[in-house]
């Protein structure tokens, strides 16, 4: 009567094994939906970066504003009335 259960439970343990390490088992399903996880989160970051860039790009290409500002503020540049001052801040 021993045998007949260690030999179930052999076919139980060969059936499982696929089930869990196998190539398509829970193990490798868990690991590949963790990375598509982490990839969407990198996806979003992304795709907000690049709306920002397409903002600052239509931003530049529509008028004088934007590249006056950036002149202003990143190259220090003054119209030729304009004195800068330049106050420390603490």
Not at 25 to 49: H, P, S, T
């Amino acid at each position: 009567m021993r045998w007949p259960i260690l030999i179930l439970l052999a076919l139980v343990v060969l059936l499982q094994y696929p089930l869990w390490l196998g190539k398509g088992g829970w193990l490798r399903v868990w690991e590949v939906d963790r990375q598509l996880y982490a990839q969407r989160e990198e996806n979003l970051r992304l795709e907000q970066r690049n709306a920002s860039l397409e903002a600052e790009v239509r931003d530049l290409k529509s008028g004088n504003e934007a590249i006056e500002e950036r002149a202003r503020f990143e190259l220090r540049m003054t119209r030729p009335e304009e004195i800068y001052v330049q106050v420390p801040r603490h």
